[in-house]
């Protein structure tokens, strides 16, 4: 096909104002006029659906069924199909590898719903997917889950038959694969659009357009949604980039559910416009999380999910919920991020993995654990991250197959018939809560029992006294229920190591002690305060009462001494430095220090007291001293500047006031 032609099917195609169903015969009419389509009898065992099929989500398994069994009851006729269009597989081995795999992925995740991949296939529907399939599934004899197609053994009836035999397609060459764009806006209005699948057909959109509002545009002239504006909010702002992951991962969730329940315009509009509080990130990871609860749900009303509604999101925004909310975002984000390097992220495995870990945090953060389809309750993050891992280990015994599952365990082991009759194996799993290794607390005892093994009597435990003497203690069944989970440990002797830092002559505190006694001997030693001579008042001041001698007064920081640190921070050799602490006078009751009396001034002219320092056994003590002679009503004042860092001696020891 030529340039010209090319360019104007596009703007045919991405015309937002064209109604879907002239956008579609306009193009197909170029196409005929031009030679590129011929009718054909196709298998159904010769078709795939296209991989952009309903904007990437393709088709839903359950929908396939339900769909078929809906033609069935009125009455099978292959004249539908004759207006379906199909895509030639591309002739390009590489292109067609991802055709052929993209296929293979989502009948891996129908859970046997839909046919095998032959990789013989030539064609991919462009329209009527979901019928295809279904005749495709019927030839097969792929297994259902609808009561109405199901025969005795669970798969499709053979009264459907019919719908194996070849019917009339229009075939399109297979270069023309921009055409799949406008055919499948077709299928949007033939079957009712899901919020997810939506957002699929905005996003790819978009990714051709490059602007939201005409995505909008385009995809409401399929989809009649009244709230589209707000599942377009939610591709722009929080589907993780422009090849949006997030929404991709989510309609994979959403297919591996076999879902088509609404999530409603309360619940939608909640997702994206509630701010959670934060400056840091817009919480996209954790809004997936959410909606990946709702895709889960088993609960509804009038085809609207309501695992969640509104108030359990409003919820999250209280200041209590804001570190869980963080914690969930930080470590679903490294997880995506991890899956998406290694381009796993919407492999079947993956999304039933990841899907049940989103979902559990969902529940988790709502406080609903138990409420969807899995009965266990974890109680942290971290719980669920530890079964996320373990459930991501290749070929891991725990690992689910669904996506999603019911019970307290994720894969329950099946017993065989000796195990069935054997009593120990019984008593372990009504016991299962007893883990060997863990320890134990009983009701009335003072023990910590480690707990051991089940016999088809009783249940060992073993007790540990403080020496290391280990005694093994045996429990009825009958008495379990005494016992509970604990964090304790049994108590056990300290290394000697540990012991020796006790004893006085190695205890450091011991030390600052002896320091700390030697410094109040030596103030109540040099102290010379003649009370008779001062005036002290309820402000906490000191006057002279009559005449001092300069020097004839010494004041000193008695009863108030602590371990003073250098400027780096670290403690200095015990007791070669004091500080003195002051006390609030109420709280003395008037019986602070003296020293903490004497009033700071501005100036050393105010000042008829002067801080010094005395000598005393290689300790240099601050004090206060007349300046001069103090007449009677003067007070006790004094200039406060930096301690000299001079020695007084060899190695003196200081005190300073603080």
């Not at 290694?342 to 406080?367: H, M, P, W």
């Not at 500080?579 to 501005?602: D, Q, R």
């Amino acid at each position: 096909m030529d340039a010209k032609s090319i360019s104007a099917m596009e703007a045919i195609r991405d015309d937002p104002v064209l109604a879907v169903n002239l956008k579609a015969g306009k193009m197909l009419n170029m196409l005929g006029s031009l030679g590129y389509i011929r009718i054909q009898n196709l298998k159904p065992s010769q078709l795939l659906v296209h991989p952009e099929n309903r904007s990437g989500a393709t088709v839903n398994p359950f929908n396939v069924h339900q769909k078929g069994w809906q033609a069935l009851k009125v009455g099978w006729s292959a004249k539908k199909l004759e207006e379906s269009y199909a895509l030639e597989v591309s002739h390009n081995w590489s292109v067609k590898h991802k055709q052929l795999q993209a296929m293979q992925t989502l009948v891996e995740a129908s859970q046997g719903m839909l046919a095998p991949v032959a990789g013989t296939e030539q064609y991919m529907s462009l329209s009527a997917s979901h019928m295809s399939q279904f005749c495709k599934a019927v030839g097969a004899g792929c297994l259902t889950q609808d009561e109405n197609l199901a025969s005795i053994n669970k798969v499709l009836s053979l009264a459907g038959a019919g719908t194996a035999s070849p019917s009339q397609w229009r075939k399109v060459c297979h270069g023309l694969q921009f055409l799949q764009g406008a055919l499948n806006a077709s299928n949007h209005i033939a079957a009712k659009a899901t919020e997810m699948e939506l957002a699929m057909s905005i996003a790819g959109t978009y990714k051709r357009t490059k602007s939201l509002e005409t995505a909008i545009q385009t995809c409401r002239s399929m989809s009649n949604l009244k709230y589209l504006k707000v599942v377009g909010d939610f591709v722009n702002n929080y589907a993780g980039g422009e090849d949006f992951p997030l929404v991709q991962f989510l309609v994979h969730l959403e297919r591996a559910f076999n879902s088509s329940l609404m999530l409603g315009e309360e619940f939608m509009t909640a997702v994206v416009g509630t701010h959670f509080g934060s400056t840091h990130t817009t919480f996209a990871v954790c809004r997936s999380m959410l909606i990946a609860a709702n895709l889960s749900s088993s609960k509804q009303q009038d085809g609207v999910a309501r695992l969640l509604v509104k108030t359990d999101l409003l919820k999250l925004q209280q200041s209590s919920q804001k570190a869980n909310l963080e914690a969930c975002e930080k470590l679903g984000k490294m997880l995506v991020e991890e899956h998406m390097k290694k381009n796993d992220l919407l492999k079947s495995e993956t999304v039933k993995v990841l899907g049940r870990f989103f979902i559990r945090c969902a529940l988790y953060l709502t406080q609903k654990e138990g409420k969807g389809r899995e009965s266990r309750t974890f109680g942290s993050l971290s719980s669920i991250h530890a079964q996320y891992m373990l459930e991501n280990t290749p070929g891991d015994s725990n690992s689910s197959n669904g996506a999603g599952t019911t019970g307290k365990q994720t894969v329950e082991k099946v017993l065989s018939l000796q195990e069935a009759n054997d009593a120990a194996c019984i008593a372990g799993l009504k016991y299962n809560w007893l883990k060997p290794g863990q320890y134990y607390s009983k009701r009335d005892s003072k023990d910590v029992f480690r707990f051991a093994g089940l016999t088809a009597e009783n249940a060992e435990f073993i007790v540990r006294d403080m020496y290391g003497k280990e005694q093994a203690v045996l429990v009825q069944h009958a008495d379990l229920f005494r016992f509970r989970a604990t964090d304790k440990k049994p108590a056990s002797m300290l290394d000697q190591e540990v012991v020796s830092k006790l004893q006085p002559e190695k205890c450091l505190q011991w030390q600052l002690e002896l320091e700390k006694a030697q410094v109040q001997a030596c103030l109540l030693e040099n102290s010379m305060v003649d009370f008779s001579k001062l005036v002290l008042t309820n402000e906490c001041k000191i006057f002279a009462g009559a005449k001092i001698l300069k020097g004839s007064i010494q004041i000193y920081p008695f009863g108030m001494v602590s371990l003073l640190k250098d400027d780096d921070g670290k403690k200095n050799l015990a007791g070669s430095k004091v500080v003195a602490s002051k006390f609030e006078l109420a709280k003395a009751s008037g019986a602070i220090p003296l020293f903490f009396w004497v009033t700071p001034v501005e100036t050393p002219e105010e000042a008829s007291m002067e801080l010094c320092h005395t000598n005393h056994n290689m300790l240099e003590i601050p004090c206060f001293k007349p300046k001069k002679q103090l007449a009677s009503g003067q007070q006790f004042t004094y200039f406060k500047v930096q301690a000299d860092k001079g020695s007084a001696g060899p190695k003196a020891k200081k005190a300073k006031t603080s």
